[in-house]
């Protein structure tokens, strides 16, 4: 049961990395069209926005997958200096805490984004569109990366067992 839902979260994670170099190829879709459009003096509104949308989308997107994949920035030469024991409990610290502190942003940006949806609220760009629908993408990357953290705090208790 436990090898299924590793594997089940590892495919998930993975998806999401799929979603974010989805947005980070979209970006780059975006960027080559505006040039075009500028270059033929053919202007299309909130090209530039998009992007700024998709960048956010991809960055927490791409939280997770780059979380289990060891990506993230560590201070393995500080750990690796420590003792097995040490280093443990060190971990274990530092995923308590990653776990609390996604755990809030999670939450406030589905919060950002409830309010948002229930309130209408529009972007101040040339297009004026609904923030939710961007707004929801770092709701859901943050929600990956808070499942993510506790994943692996889990993973650590069961191996110090």
């Not at 989805?22 to 879709?29: E, G, M, N, P, T």
């Not at 956010?56 to 990506?71: I, P, Q, V």
Request: glycine share 6%; with cysteine; hydrophobic share 50%.
């Amino acid at each position: 049961m436990i090898k299924k839902i590793n594997t089940l979260l590892h495919k998930l994670y993975l998806f999401s990395g799929y979603v974010a170099s989805f947005f980070l190829i979209l970006i780059a879709i975006l960027i080559v069209l505006s040039i075009l459009t500028r270059t033929f003096d053919f202007y299309i509104a909130g090209l530039n926005e998009y992007s700024g949308y998709c960048l956010a989308a991809a960055s927490f997107f791409g939280l997770a997958y780059t979380f289990e994949e060891g990506g993230h920035i560590r201070i393995t030469l500080f750990i690796e200096k420590m003792s097995k024991k040490t280093k443990s409990i060190f971990e274990i610290w530092c995923l308590t805490a990653a776990s609390i502190f996604s755990g809030f942003l999670s939450y406030y940006l589905i919060k950002m984004t409830y309010t948002s949806y229930l309130f209408e609220e529009k972007s101040e760009g040339a297009d004026g569109i609904l923030l939710w629908p961007p707004q929801i993408t770092l709701a859901i990357g943050s929600s990956l990366l808070f499942i993510c953290i506790i994943h692996q705090f889990i993973k650590r208790l069961n191996n110090n067992g």
